[in-house]
């Protein structure tokens, strides 16, 4: 059997304001839990793309990346019912900052999605068990650190933006 090893590729938005932090809090299958606003790279869109867009659909509110404030490799293991063996998963995250833009006026959130909030560094700190992820505190105190980098670091060759094999064009267009 010839199998790939695949991460899966996340980004993540970092958003500080007046001292505090965008997080939002979430059903995950192990309670509620507090992230970043983040998900997945989805097919045809860029890292930075995928930040604006999932920050959009899980806070209500426009992102303009403007900075990358890392990369970041994480792994665990997810049980799943009905079966033996836990899912061994490693996510790849791509972490920026910048600008938060206007809130979408009654816009619905992201499935699971309960609210967003803001938390001050010391209160995330002081609530790592309710992380969904190792990576909010790791990030967060990144961005505190001052790191930084050009967004040109992160390359998306258009073909990206190409049609698929299959003929059908990409969902997003380049920015």
């Known amino acids: 059997m ?23 809090e979430e059903h995950t ?7 970043n606003p983040a998900g997945h790279l989805d097919p045809g869109e860029s890292p930075v793309q995928a930040c604006a867009r ?11 990346p403007d900075a ?13 019912p009905g079966q033996d063996m836990p899912l061994d998963i490693t996510y790849l ?3 920026f900052c910048g600008t938060l833009g206007d809130e979408v006026p009654g816009m619905a ?38 790191k930084r980098y050009p967004l040109a670091l992160v390359t998306t060759d258009p073909s990206v933006y190409a049609a698929n094999p299959q003929g059908e064009r990409a969902l997003a267009s380049p920015l």
């Open 2 to 24: 010839n199998s790939r090893w695949k991460p899966s590729v996340t980004v993540a938005a970092i958003i500080e304001r007046g001292g505090k932090f965008l997080l939002v």
């Open 29 to 35: 299958q192990d309670g509620l839990r507090l992230n």
């Open 54 to 64: 999932e920050t959009l659909e899980e806070t209500a509110f426009h992102f303009t």
């Open 68 to 80: 990358l404030v890392g990369v970041y490799m994480s792994r665990f293991e997810k049980t799943v």
């Open 93 to 95: 995250r791509f972490a």
């Open 109 to 146: 959130l992201d499935e699971g999605i309960v609210r967003t909030l803001w938390l001050s560094p010391d209160e995330i700190r002081a609530c790592v068990p309710r992380h969904r992820s190792p990576l909010l505190l790791t990030c967060m105190e990144d961005y505190l650190a001052g």
